[in-house]
C-alpha cells in the first residue's frame, strides 16, 4: 500500500526556516512525481511545488519561487520542501501528493492540479508569526 507521511511543520517568526519532509513507502522512487500542496484557513489547497522522476523536472508556484527548494533522496524514499524566509502568508497546512508510474515525468501543464495526484498524506502545519 502506497503511503505518504508529511513532517517537518511548527512555527516560526517570518524570516525563519522550515524544513519539511514528506515519507513514502509502498513504491519505488523511480518514476513518480511527488507534489507538496497548501491549504490555510478559508482557502482552495494549491500546488506550492513538484519533483518527478527519472525525468528531474522541478516546479514551482510563483509565490515561493526563490525561497522554497524542493529535493528528493530516492535512497530514503523522502522527498523535502526546504521553506526560507518565510512569511506569514505562507502559514497552512501542507500536504504531499504522489502520482506514480510517469516515465516521462509530470507534464507542465498538470504538476499543479490536485486531481493529478494519486495518494496523499496527512498534512503538518506551519505556521509563520509576524
Known amino acids: 500500500e502506497v503511503q505518504l507521511q508529511a513532517s517537518g511543520g511548527g512555527l516560526v517568526q517570518a524570516g525563519g526556516s522550515l524544513r519539511l519532509s514528506c515519507a513514502a513507502s509502498g513504491f519505488t522512487f523511480n518514476t513518480y512525481a511527488i507534489g507538496w500542496f497548501r491549504q490555510a484557513p478559508g482557502k482552495e489547497r494549491e500546488a506550492v511545488s513538484c519533483i518527478s522522476s527519472p525525468d528531474g523536472k522541478i516546479y514551482y508556484t510563483d509565490s515561493v519561487k526563490g525561497r522554497f527548494t524542493i529535493s528528493s533522496d530516492n535512497a530514503k524514499n523522502t522527498v523535502f520542501l526546504q521553506m526560507d524566509s518565510l512569511k506569514p502568508e505562507d502559514t497552512a497546512v501542507y500536504y504531499c501528493?504522489?502520482?506514480?508510474?510517469?516515465?516521462?515525468?509530470?507534464?507542465?501543464?498538470?504538476?499543479?492540479?490536485?486531481?493529478?495526484?494519486?495518494?496523499w498524506g496527512q498534512g503538518t502545519q506551519v505556521t509563520v508569526s509576524s
Open positions: 501528493a504522489a502520482v506514480l508510474g510517469l516515465r516521462a515525468g509530470i507534464p507542465a501543464n498538470v504538476w499543479w492540479r490536485r486531481a493529478a495526484y494519486e495518494y
